[in-house]
């Protein structure tokens, strides 16, 4: 069965720093997400992404995030400048389509901010 | 804004006992909702999903769940548990025409062989 692939599993970076989190979609799902979920609370909802728009985003996607689908492959979130309470599991997420299909999910990364 | 409730953050049952997770949402259109499970060590996976049509819905691993529109319920039921059914399970709701899922809290479940 396919499934959503993201890298890395783990990312350690300084705060400041910027980091990249990748992913790789289901093949034929033109809908892409992004979600975290900080240690101990909910599952939040950053942003959706479709025909390299964004199509809806949350007040947690301020602008130090951004997305992009590079080379028509991966997805990325890129964090410019990090900051503690970055620190969660990010999640990426794909659907063949928006409505009633599902939305399947990557492994997810963790990230810490020191 | 649409929310999630889930009542039992904490789940310890034996082996065949009968099992029920509840949640309830906040909003005021059409939704979409699911059920995901996170097993130890693996990613969100789909147990099952209600768009519309029959409230009972049948998922994955024999569970099952009910949507009650008029007390925006959707619990999640199992017969008899087994102790591979140990992990997170978490509701989510979507409105029908956005893309953006909700999460409830999460219920982690502990089965005893």
């Known amino acids: 069965e396919p499934e959503v692939t993201q890298t890395p599993s783990h990312q350690v970076t300084q705060m400041g720093q910027e980091v990249i989190l990748r992913c790789v979609p289901i093949?034929?799902?033109?809908?892409f997400y992004w979600y975290r979920q900080i240690l101990g609370q909910k599952v939040e909802f950053l942003v959706s992404?479709?025909?390299?728009?964004?199509?809806?985003k949350s007040e947690i996607f301020d602008d130090q995030f951004s997305v992009e689908r590079p080379d028509g492959s991966n997805f990325t979130l890129k964090i410019r400048s990090t900051k503690l309470e970055d620190s969660a599991m990010y999640f990426c997420?794909?659907?063949?389509?928006?409505?009633?299909?599902?939305?399947?999910f990557g492994p997810g990364t963790r990230l810490t901010v020191t | 804004a649409q929310s999630v409730s889930q009542h039992n953050h904490h789940v310890i049952l034996s082996e065949a006992a009968s099992l029920e997770l509840g949640c309830n949402y906040s909003?005021?259109?059409?939704?979409?909702l699911f059920w995901y499970v996170q097993y130890p060590g693996q990613h969100l996976q789909l147990l099952l999903k209600?768009?519309?049509?029959?409230?009972l819905v049948k998922g994955i691993k024999g569970f099952e769940a009910e949507f009650i529109k008029s007390k925006f319920s959707f619990n999640l039921r199992k017969p008899s548990v087994q102790w591979s059914d140990t992990a997170e399970y978490f509701c989510?709701?979507?409105?029908?025409?956005?893309?953006?899922?909700?999460f409830g809290g999460g219920t982690r479940l502990m089965v005893k062989p």
């Open positions: 992404f479709y025909n390299n728009e964004i199509s809806e």
């Open positions: 989510a709701v979507k409105s029908r025409a956005g893309n953006m899922l909700t």
């Open positions: 209600y768009f519309s049509g029959d409230p």
């Open positions: 909003y005021g259109g059409t939704v979409n």
């Open positions: 093949s034929n799902h033109l809908y």
């Open positions: 997420a794909t659907s063949r389509d928006q409505g009633t299909y599902e939305q399947y």
